[in-house]
């Protein structure tokens, strides 16, 4: 379906600058580097008012638009909108920026660099038709090249605003910013531009305590490397890691033999835990256990033997490797009143009141948010309900450098 009538639109482009140097330097890098532009394009697309419609997303740049014959609005109420957010998207864009940079805690190239991130925005004003491709809107026409065109611009600068000479007569910029105008020359077209140089500084305050406590990117990046480092303990436990692991652990912790002989060798392989919580108090039969941070399923394989069939285990781990080796070593070992789910200690997927006994081995420790979790406990945990933990535990305060360094957390 396709609408032949052009409509006349306002066409903007929000583009990320500072970042494709390092998409191409390393795995860790390429990942990491992808998890903060994602952040930092969400920030434009919430950004975004009801004035301006989200055409499409085009890698680390947003596509949109705003169709100058609003039914039931005038242009009078959406021109200024528009402009207010020209401005605005560079405020909320440079503290998305210092935030990222003050909780960062990876050295890798990508977040090493989150002070390099600019964004460029592009406005034409002119014409578009709209059709549509199966459930997809697609916008074309000569001013939807222009646009796209005006990306490859003279401006020497990583930050700023180009607005074409027909886009001026459309919406405004303060006059107190500073402004050059310049001619840009294309196939499409030669095009006349005004450029405005927004201030690439934040006023953004973060909790300097706390490293995790505003940053879901800083979060995000610690769990995945932390899922890479336990991927590996699933799938070669043979590689050797900086804790023990395995056989020898349950000999360090003291796991009784006869608790170990059902259990399936691929699970015991990848066992990593930091203590016992099986020993802190019985569990019996008939009783709901929730096992967090469950790795390969040992407690759990063992708690569901204590538990038998009357009762339910539910480990909950967000290593996907370590969960496929869990629910093997369940299903050869027959054990059908016990799951494995993904998810995180933070938010377990468990409900209200539903466990006896909750039970940990060597996870809450890397958590950023602690007392999340022991909040999550308690919901999940019955009336007079137990908590058995082996952990790692300090006698004095952790260091603020340490804290910030990701190879600490991760292993």
Not at 48 to 56: I, N, Q, R, T, Y
Not at 161 to 175: K, N, Y
Request: aromatic content about 8%.
């Amino acid at each position: 379906m396709q609408d032949l009538e052009p409509k006349p639109v306002i066409l903007l482009i929000a583009d990320i600058s500072g970042y494709t140097q390092f998409m191409l330097s390393h795995q860790k890098a390429l990942v990491h580097s992808q998890m903060v532009v994602s952040e930092l394009i969400n920030t434009i697309v919430e950004s975004v008012g009801p004035s301006l419609e989200v055409a499409k997303l085009e890698g680390d740049a947003v596509f949109m638009f705003a169709v100058k014959e609003h039914t039931g609005t005038s242009w009078g109420t959406t021109g200024p909108r528009i402009s207010e957010w020209l401005l605005r998207v560079f405020e909320e864009f440079n503290n998305k920026v210092a935030e990222l940079r003050s909780y960062s805690i990876c050295k890798c190239n990508a977040c090493a660099n989150i002070d390099h991130l600019r964004i460029k925005v592009i406005v034409h004003s002119g014409e578009a038709l709209f059709h549509k491709i199966g459930t997809f809107y697609e916008l074309a026409g000569v001013d939807v090249i222009t646009v796209h065109r005006l990306l490859k611009n003279s401006i020497n600068a990583d930050q700023y605003l180009l607005m074409t000479e027909d886009a001026t007569r459309d919406l405004t910029v303060p006059d107190d910013i500073e402004r050059t105008e310049s001619e840009e020359v294309y196939d499409v077209g030669t095009f006349k531009t005004h450029v405005w140089f927004p201030s690439t500084s934040s006023d953004y305050a973060p909790d300097p305590s706390e490293p995790f406590s505003q940053s879901s990117v800083a979060v995000e990046i610690l769990r995945h490397e932390i899922r890479q480092e336990y991927c590996e303990v699933a799938n070669k436990p043979e590689r050797g890691f900086h804790f023990h692991l395995g056989r020898p652990l349950t000999e360090i912790v003291e796991y009784p033999e006869a608790w170990l002989e059902t259990i399936p060798e691929s699970t015991i392989e990848s066992f990593a835990g930091t203590g016992n919580p099986l020993s802190l108090g019985e569990i019996g039969p008939g009783e709901h256990v929730v096992d967090i941070g469950c790795g390969a399923g040992l407690d759990s394989l063992i708690v569901a033997n204590f538990v038998g069939g009357s009762g339910q285990v539910i480990g909950v781990d967000m290593t996907p490797d370590m969960l496929r080796k869990a629910r093997s070593s369940a299903a050869e070992m027959g054990l059908n009143h016990m799951e494995f789910r993904e998810g995180y200690a933070e938010c377990l997927p468990v409900p209200d009141g539903w466990a006896d006994v909750v039970i940990s081995n060597g996870a809450i420790n890397l958590s950023p948010h602690k007392p999340t979790v022991f909040q999550e406990i308690y919901r999940v945990l019955k009336p007079g309900g137990r908590l058995q933990i082996g952990d790692i535990i300090v006698d004095k305060p952790v260091p603020e450098a340490a804290k910030r360094d990701i190879e600490l957390w991760s292993g």
